[in-house]
């Protein structure tokens, strides 16, 4: 019996220009390029230009997108943009993206996961393509970090960065088999008793002001592996796959040694993990985007693959989604 399925027909990414490196950190904080790298696998991260704002990013990366998937913006019924730095409090800064694509038709909104965005986002546009409501998405995840940084706080500021990665996710028949194309599930999680771990101070109805992120590294590492690797056995319990099956994992990039421990623990082996945390930091709801481009530019994913893709962050969220390319 055949099935709906959302198959991602193209992917695209944008990083702003500007490298900052850990020795330019380290040039006006108490850091050095030895604690970062070792601590966490960066090197360096991008920034945005004063003005460049989250849907700008996410605008580029989404006609790169269109462009690598053959399509016309036209042919977008569906605009999921994830991220936790929107140009404004509303609107949302997907209808930015839609206006400035020139899309007048369907739906655009965000989703608020933090770091866990893009496999929420993943999993709504999913839904609502099986549902037969729409035809094509764009699924977005486009992060200005840098904008709520506390550029004073070594333990946070190192960490993160600004990019954008965007999927076209189109819905197809497929035949219904193991070999199926496309989404083949997504499992998310929560538990808001951990909100305090890792926050940003404020808010339009907290403070009235826009706040720096806080958070608490250790608490945030010790529950990370854990988390992470129970959603991906319960995405592959799921599916009926075992971690043998999968060809490329793509973990939100974090942390190394978070990624690291999780696919030890999972038994995923180092050549198969995709890697751009040391040229792009921490990019929140962007990163795993961002990934899946640099190793479908590259030509390491070839169509057929299968694709572990797993975050974990504020809240906590955390989540993963088994595809096959
Ligand atoms: N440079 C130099 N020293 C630093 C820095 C820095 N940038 N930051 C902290 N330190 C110091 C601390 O002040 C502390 O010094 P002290 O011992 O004199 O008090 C020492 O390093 C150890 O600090 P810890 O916080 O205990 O360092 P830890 O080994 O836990 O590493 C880190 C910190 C990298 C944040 C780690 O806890 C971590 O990776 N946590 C996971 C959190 C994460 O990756 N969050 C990202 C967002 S959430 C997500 O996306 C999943």
Known sequence: MSLRRSVIIGCGAYLPSKVVTNADLARDLDTSDEWIVQRTGIHERRIAAPGEMTSHLAAHAARAALAHAHVDAQSIDLIVLATSTPDNTFPAS???VQADLGITHGAAFDVQAVCSGF???LATADGLLK???FSRA???GSETFSRILDWTDRSTCVLFGDGAGAVVLDAQEQPGTREDRGILTVRLRSDGRYKSKLYVDGGPSSTGTVGHLRMEGREVFRHAVTMITDVVADALKATAYTVDDIDWFIPHQANKRIIDGSAHKLGITPAKI???LDRHGN???ASIPLALADAVADRRIKRG???MLEAMGGGFTWGAAL???
Do not use: K, N, P
């Open 94 to 96: 997907a209808v930015s």
């Open 119 to 121: 496999v929420y986002a």
């Open 131 to 133: 549902s037969g409501a």
């Open 138 to 140: 764009l699924v977005i």
């Open 274 to 276: 995709v890697i751009t």
């Open 283 to 285: 990019t929140s709801a």
């Open 305 to 307: 693959d299968l694709l």
């Open 323 to 325: 595809l096959r390319w």
